[in-house]
């Protein structure tokens, strides 16, 4: 089988306004980057206002393993799927940070014949919108810095006379808005600024990464300008020395930041390699963030599709549960099925069992005992009232005997049906039976619920979370932790929705346990609170916002040949 770059250039690609005027934008409305790529207006939301939604689709994952699972080859094959048997469809996925692409991916825009194309342009730089974060990020970071530096130097009554500006009295020991740039730096995580004459005074800082930033949420949470822009001023960037938040509107530089990112709150428009629409926009990580798409993305492709295929990041108890309990409170748009990948490997991978045997090999006792956590996952999206399709992304190593068992096994289950899926091998024509069933489940009664009401206290939230979402035995917080929930409290945000910022690799807060942890306790390390993104982020364990490359990083893979032209990616 050709590489996924042979595959990506030998596309027959559409020109993109064409085929944007096709899914039911207007010429005007589009703004070319090259003929592969266009920003979308924002104004064509106020033209589809009255038009009808059509049928959201979340896909999620089991537990992630090393192996890939394929959710993303699997959210572009189902879609291009749905185009196959006739259905308007739209895909709506997250931009790739540089970050993984070059550390542990290599590329994240599908692969095999289920890929968005051209793919290079999708995995490195696109049309800018993570550029524009950093830098709308970073000028808030220079703009609390610089202030800091002129109250010292003059202090309040000169700062006054000579500014025109309020004294805001910036506790340097409290600035909260670190600096970002988008790849993995673990050098950067900790740092001290304002070293040397007329640089100070000295604080401690750090760097996380772009997907990290608040304002990554804010772009995939925001629903227009103006909303944009008000929830950017919103941003907590440092605290006085009285204790009071500091936020990018007292410090008069958010409208500068909202001007930046103005065009990033466009979503792109691509295609995939059967030339249906997809979408890209935001790219907030699952683990540390919501790990959603935009808001503004899904809602121009509802008004222009009769299905819209969107991914959460990582397993259903990481962005599956955060697009529900985040992004659908924000939103609005409820989910009307749910598809849940896994493949042979991961089950066997997540059974908690060592095994000296090849992953590929057939195990049957492995897959059994693995098979407990796509049982977890299924029932965990039953919990929100959406019916669930399973797609097992088949690899060619597969047992038959193997896949047979897990197509019986899922039968037995709360799952509204099961597929497999061979969309990486067979692009379209792989995934038509999945595409079929998920029509179907779309179709069916659903209730969606959330897991918690809004009303809830933080602690019930983390509560239920804990013991619900997760199966945490309970929950156990830090001296830190205690403290700023006093005061999260008493500032007026219990009535934010959480944003547990936990690893992806198991259930628990624990990578090392796999399959379906019980009797743990959840430690809670400390909190911050997003008020211009609208939740709060609750700190699991050693999560890190800024990650570092690996002994042998995916860059190492990346070149270009003699005609300029990429390789390596995938």
Known sequence: MLSDMAISRRANLRNIVELGTELGLQAQELIPFGHAKAKVDLAVQQRLAAQPNGKLIIVTAVTPTPYGEGKTVTSIGLTQSLKAIGKKA???????????????????????????????????HLTGDIHAVSSAHNLGAAAIAARLFHETRLGPDEFCAQSGLDFLDIDPEQIRWHRVVDHNDRCLRHIRVGFG?????????????????????????????ADMRARIGRL?????????????????????????MVDALKPTLMQTLNGAPCFIHAGPFANIA?????????????KLADFVVTE??????????????????????????????TTLKALKANSGLSSDRDINAPDQARLAAGFANLHWHINNVVRYGVPVVVAINRFATDS????????????????????????????EAGATALAQTVVAAAESESAFTWLYPEDASIEAKLSTLCELGYGAAGMSLSTLAKEQLAEL???????????????????????????????FILPI????????????????????TMPGLGLTPGYLQIDIDEAGEVVGLG
């Open 90 to 124: 739209c895909a709506c996925i997250r931009q790739p940070s540089m970050g993984p692409v070059f550390g542990v991916k290599g590329g994240a825009a599908g692969g095999g014949y289920a890929q968005v194309v051209p793919m290079q342009e999708l995995n490195l």
């Open 197 to 225: 004459e007329n640089n100070g005074p000295e604080y401690d800082s750090g760097f996380d990464i772009t997907a990290a930033s608040e304002l990554m949420a804010i772009l995939a949470l925001s629903q227009d300008v």
């Open 236 to 260: 907590v960037l440092a605290l006085n020395r009285q204790g009071d938040s500091i936020t990018a509107n007292c410090l008069g530089v958010a409208g500068a930041m909202a001007a930046i």
């Open 290 to 302: 919501h790990g959603n798409s935009s808001i503004i993305a899904d809602n121009i492709a509802l």
């Open 312 to 341: 959460a990041g990582f397993g259903s108890d990481m962005g599956f549960e955060k697009f529900c309990n985040i992004k659908v409170r924000q939103s609005g748009q409820v989910p009307s099925a749910a598809v849940l990948v």
């Open 400 to 427: 038959e005997a193997e896949l047979q068992w897990l197509m019986d096994a899922v039968k037995a289950t709360a799952a509204f049906g099961c597929e497999i899926s061979d969309a990486f091998t067979q692009g």
């Open 489 to 519: 409290t008493e500032q007026g945000y219990g009535h934010l929705p959480l944003c547990m910022a936990k690893t992806p690799l198991s259930i628990s807060h624990d990578p090392t346990l796999k399959g379906v942890p019980q009797d």
């Open 525 to 544: 390390r400390a909190f911050n609170v997003n008020v211009g993104a609208g939740f709060i982020t609750a700190l699991v364990g050693n999560v890190m």
